[in-house]
Every structure is written in structure tokens, then in C-alpha cells.
């Protein structure tokens, strides 16, 4: 048995074969007499289908380097479009650093404050524990304790330090505390972390009034962080009945999820820092 392949190759080359039989008897006789026409009405369809199968073939193989050309040049535009792109993107970081670079100057010039830069290089991934490894050490001027601010408000401290290294525990940090005040009416407390994005203001009398948008700032009394300097502002206050103390949320200023630069206080002074608008 012959394969449906095989029967449509054979059939083509019988054509072909009749087609040339025909042409080459009809070549010698004229037009006009019978076998001649009889030969032409014959072999016309056949010419015809083949022609068209030849053009068509022309067409199909002038399409595929076309397309070939086309993807070529798809390729070649598409990586172009990927450098440009990656151009673009280098471009807008360094200018993001340079805006960030350019607060962390403007605060060290208005809190006149001796202060080190430094870059944040890796951080605790645990939920428990919101830590951050920076690239200054002991060789540098740092020691444990001091503090760590940004233009937008306090960040942390450095509680461990090595020659090249030093890691921060940010004050968001469950063992965190710092010193606070409420700046309108100058009610204190302590702003303890609670491992997420927001601290809690706690030791706050019931009696002092506390209301939502209050600016807390750092009193300077947990010799640590200079006074004046800004944590955040509350979000949520309850009056428990129950309890002497009100439950505050503090909404730090800082973004401790896009901290890159910090600042390192190397010298407070005693008395407050002009840290901004109030």
C-alpha cells in the first residue's frame, strides 16, 4: 500500500509527465488543427495550476526572509530598547541618591550637629527583631550607643560595633526606648517599638490631653538621643478607665522600609536641636 504522501508525489510527476508529452506534440502541429486544440484545452489547466503553485512558492520563500529580516531587526531594536532602558534606570538612582544625599547635608547644616553618613548594607529579615547592619565601624569614630537620625526623624542606635561594621536597632525594635515628649503640651513618655511600623507612647497620664496628629519629639533625658530631635506623630489614642496611663500609637516619621543612608550622631549636644519645621 502507498502512503497518501506517496500517491500525491506520483500523481504530481504524472502531470508533469503528460503536461511535457502533450506540450512537445502540440509543439508540432499548429493550433488549428484538432489534436492541437484538443492538446491546449488538456494541458492549459495543468500550466495554469502549476504557475501559480511556482508563484506562490516565489511568494511563500520572499516572505520567510522578510520575516527573517523583520525578526532580526525586532531583535537588534529590542535591545537597544533594554540598554536604553537600563541607561534610564542607572540615571533616575543616581539621582534619587543625590536627593537623598542632598537632605542628609542640609540636615547636618541645620542641626549643626557632628555627624557621619553611612550606608545600610543588610538588615534582620526576622519580624521579631528590626535591625540593620551599616558600612562604618570603630575605625570611623563609632561606639555603642550612639544614635542614628535621618533629615525625617530619629531611626535608632548602635548597639553593637565592629572595625568595619556596626548594627542598629531601629526604634521600632521591641527593646527600644526612647525618652519622649508630646511638643504641644509637653507631656512625657517613653516610645517603646513593637516590631512592626508604628511604636506605642507609653507612661502617659491619663490626665494630659493627647490628641491625633500630636508631634512626639525626643526630650533628652534618656542620654541618648538629643532633645528636639523628631520621632513621629500620634496616630490613635484610648482612655482606658481601668489603667492611669493613656494607649498611645506613634506613627514614626521615618520609612524604615526604604532606610539606604543614615546619619550617626557623633556628639550631642545638651542642649535642643533645630531639626526642621515643628
Known amino acids: 500500500m502507498f502512503?497518501?504522501?506517496?500517491?500525491l508525489i506520483l500523481g504530481g510527476i504524472a502531470l508533469i509527465t503528460i503536461n511535457i508529452f502533450v506540450l512537445s506534440i502540440a509543439g508540432k502541429h499548429h493550433a488549428t488543427n484538432l489534436f492541437g486544440r484538443v492538446a491546449i484545452a488538456f494541458v492549459s489547466p495543468f500550466q495554469q495550476l502549476v504557475t501559480r503553485s511556482?508563484?506562490?512558492?516565489g511568494n511563500l520563500w520572499h516572505q520567510y526572509f522578510y520575516l527573517v529580516s523583520v525578526s532580526e531587526e525586532n531583535e537588534r531594536l529590542r535591545k537597544e530598547l533594554d540598554r536604553a532602558v537600563e541607561k534610564i534606570t542607572r540615571i533616575e538612582e543616581v539621582e534619587l541618591a543625590n536627593q537623598r544625599l542632598r537632605q542628609?547635608?542640609?540636615?547636618?547644616?541645620?542641626?549643626q550637629l557632628k555627624v557621619l553618613p553611612a550606608e545600610v548594607i543588610s538588615r534582620d529579615p526576622s519580624a521579631w527583631f528590626k535591625t540593620m547592619i551599616i558600612d562604618k565601624g570603630r575605625s570611623d569614630g563609632l561606639s555603642k550607643g550612639l544614635p542614628v537620625v535621618l533629615p525625617q526623624g530619629i531611626a535608632g542606635q548602635v548597639v553593637e560595633v565592629?572595625?568595619?561594621y556596626a548594627k542598629i536597632m531601629l526604634i521600632i525594635d521591641r527593646n527600644s526606648a526612647v525618652d519622649a515628649l508630646i511638643q504641644r503640651n509637653r507631656a512625657r513618655g517613653v516610645i517603646k517599638g513593637a516590631s512592626s511600623d508604628q511604636c506605642s507612647l507609653e507612661y502617659v497620664l491619663r490626665k494630659h490631653e493627647v490628641a491625633v496628629g500630636d508631634i512626639v519629639?525626643?526630650?533628652g533625658l534618656d542620654g541618648v538621643y538629643p532633645k528636639g530631635l523628631r520621632i513621629g506623630e500620634v496616630a490613635a489614642v484610648s482612655n482606658q478607665e481601668a489603667h492611669i496611663f493613656k494607649a498611645i500609637t506613634v506613627r514614626p516619621y521615618v520609612d524604615f522600609e526604604q532606610l539606604e543612608e543614615v546619619l550617626i550622631i557623633l556628639d550631642a549636644p545638651a542642649g535642643e536641636v533645630a531639626t526642621g519645621p515643628r
Not at 502512503?3 to 500517491?7: E, G, H, R
Not at 542628609?104 to 542641626?111: Q, V
Open 104 to 111: 542628609l547635608l542640609n540636615f547636618k547644616e541645620t542641626a
Open 217 to 219: 519629639i525626643s526630650s
Open 54 to 57: 511556482l508563484h506562490a512558492a
Open 3 to 7: 502512503s497518501k504522501k506517496s500517491v
Open 162 to 164: 565592629s572595625e568595619r
